[in-house]
């Protein structure tokens, strides 16, 4: 089992600004999974934010963040970021840190092994 925990959300955010959201994971080894993002916004349903491969060496970025968000991970403190900047209005969501024992980049959460609590990002216009 693997558990992950959110955290850097919950606050306003101007748009136009950045937060740096984290999520730490406990139980098996963290270096054996890939890592993702995923949101929610309210009345949707989840949606792909971003994905990174176990080395770090390889990503992936819905469109609608690309240039604007950066997902990086760092094995020896079982920690995955996802750095936000240019926040726009309609990021406004819950993002859910996820992983995966596969070797998967993409958007199908069904193929997502574990997921944390969420973590509430609000941007105002």
């Known amino acids: 089992q693997v558990q992950l925990v959110e955290s850097g959300g919950g606050g306003l955010v101007q748009a136009g600004g950045s937060l740096r959201l984290s999520c730490t994971a406990s139980?098996?080894?963290?270096?054996?999974?890939?890592m993702g993002w995923f949101r929610q916004a309210p009345g949707k349903s989840r949606e792909f934010v971003a994905t990174?491969?176990?080395?770090?060496?390889?990503?992936n970025y819905a469109n609608s963040v690309k240039g604007r968000f950066t997902i990086s991970r760092d094995n020896a403190e079982n920690t995955v970021y996802l750095q936000m900047n240019s926040l726009k209005p309609e990021d406004t969501a819950k993002y859910y840190c996820?992983?995966?024992?596969?070797?998967?980049?993409?958007?199908?959460?069904?193929?997502?092994?574990?997921w944390g609590q969420g973590t509430q990002v609000t941007v105002s216009a």
């Open positions: 990174i491969s176990r080395s770090g060496g390889s990503t």
């Open positions: 996820t992983a995966t024992s596969r070797y998967y980049f993409g958007s199908d959460r069904s193929l997502y092994d574990y």
């Open positions: 139980g098996r080894t963290f270096s054996s999974y890939n």
